[in-house]
């Protein structure tokens, strides 16, 4: 009997096996709880690092617009031209693209099971014409929006004291994570360096930006209940302990320390 069926399987074409298969898993994700994510937080709140974190637990897929537009430029896609041709002018890319790169990538096979938007959106605008863009390609609407709460004066800390290794991109802190020998790369020894833009008045004007940027976008989710606030001045562990909670899911298993990204 399993030799007809795989004699039967062989005079099948291989497009037809392969339809069939992408229907069923299709079918089988209906099924289950997807988790439309997205996260917002000042530089240095550790959404980064903790958007790592969901995408392997969970097997979703994670955006973060400024990867996808360098993408996109580096593969020379349409969106990514007129991308290219703004930037070089001077410009600021607008909203129309972004949310054009947006849908591209959440049409993707490894988005089905759900996604998370990493540095979108930024605007009030923004979030409304995300909506009507989910809403267009049938995906639903977003399950939770996780805001990455930090003090700026922590944020101060975590950044102003974070140094890197620029050929492997190791990172470094001061207080948080020192590396073994001052201001030397622990695996190398090499002299260690700070980004241009880790200083005080970049940083300064930076999260300015932000909270006047997207107080408007947190208290549009809020009023849709899909807000949760998470205490991102804790450790790595216990924010993931938090995201366990405002998900209902399960998150465990430990996270080597190391300083927190995004």
Known sequence: MAQQHMDLLRRVPTEELMKELERRSSAKRADQHQQRLVLIGPPGSGKGTQAALLRERLCICQLATGDLLRSAVTQGTELGKEAKKIMDSGGLVSDQIVLGLVRENLRRPECANGFILDGFPRTLEQARKLDELLAAEGIGSLSAVLNFAVSDELLKRRILGRWIHPASGRTYHEEFH?????????????????????????????????????????????QRGILHRIDASKSINQVRQQLSEALGVDLSGSVEPAQATG
């Open 178 to 222: 020192p590396p073994k020998v001052p201001m030397r790369d622990d695996v190398t020894g090499e002299p260690l360096v700070q980004r241009s833009d880790d200083n005080l008045a970049t940083l300064t004007k930076r999260l300015a930006a932000f909270h006047a940027s997207t107080k408007p976008v947190l208290d549009y989710y809020e």
